[in-house]
């Protein structure tokens, strides 16, 4: 079983438009994030979240927005999205707010023409 | 969280050790050092983390240099499949959201 699932994959998408992203974990973890990887693959955090509190980086536009609809789902909402928004995005959990080890998903890999 | 140095590519022979370093100068006293690795198109990986005792796992060791300035990550017995990208990331243990940083890291090809 996959431990942090996204979908989809892959989205191609035009400028201006409002996508979706979706993560779910089946660990039972508390916390989850969200990353970006852009091409030139450099991994930055965007989002950290559990059911206590939401804490942002500083460098994400605000059309860029968590929704987690219960503990295992985690969903990164874009809006107007622009051609620098292309990059991978990785979805990942850890047991709770403190713990060492973080779990990626397989990334989604998002295109704006 | 104090900033890393990592060469940005190494080679390593199939079966050989791999020794990845890492230099962390202005870690403070209650920073970890942190190993992660991406092998290409997947998310991260965790590896390995330590505060200042050497520390070894069933994938690899962790090792701290005594003032802690800088780490070595050994791969005992390197396997085609462990060629990615090797990230140093130094943090401390709770910041606010748990977030990691991670560097440019050393891409590790392991050649047959």
């Known amino acids: 079983d996959t431990a942090v699932s996204q979908t989809p994959k892959y989205l191609v998408t035009q400028m201006g438009n409002d996508k979706s992203i979706k993560c779910e974990q089946n660990?039972?973890?508390?916390?989850m994030y969200w990353y970006k990887q852009d091409s030139k693959k450099f991994l930055k955090i965007m989002f950290s979240?559990?059911?206590?509190?939401?804490?942002i980086n500083e460098t994400v536009p605000n059309r860029f927005s968590p929704k987690s609809p219960d503990k295992a789902h985690l969903n990164l909402h874009i809006n107007s999205l622009e051609l620098g928004d292309s990059a991978v995005y990785f979805c990942?959990?850890?047991?709770?707010?403190?713990?060492?080890?973080?779990?990626f998903g397989p990334g989604t890999r998002l295109t704006v023409l | 969280d104090a900033k890393t140095t990592q060469p940005p590519s190494m080679d390593c022979a199939e079966g050989r050790a791999a020794n990845l370093p890492c230099n962390h100068s202005?870690?403070?006293?209650?920073?970890?050092v942190y190993w992660y690795r991406q092998i290409h198109s997947q998310g991260p990986q965790y590896i390995i983390h330590?505060?200042?005792n050497n520390e070894t796992n069933e994938m690899a060791s962790l090792i701290i240099t005594e003032d802690r300035k800088s780490s070595t990550l050994i791969l005992p017995h390197a396997t085609l499949r462990d060629t990615a990208v090797y990230y140093c990331?130094?943090?401390?243990?709770?910041?606010?959201?748990?977030?990691?940083?991670f560097g440019g890291g050393t891409r590790l090809m392991v050649k047959p």
């Open positions: 990942a959990s850890s047991r709770d707010g403190t713990a060492d080890t973080q779990y």
């Open positions: 660990l039972g973890h508390d916390t």
């Open positions: 979240y559990n059911n206590k509190e939401l804490i």
């Open positions: 202005t870690i403070s006293g209650n920073e970890y």
């Open positions: 330590g505060l200042k």
């Open positions: 990331i130094v943090r401390v243990a709770y910041n606010a959201g748990n977030m990691l940083t």
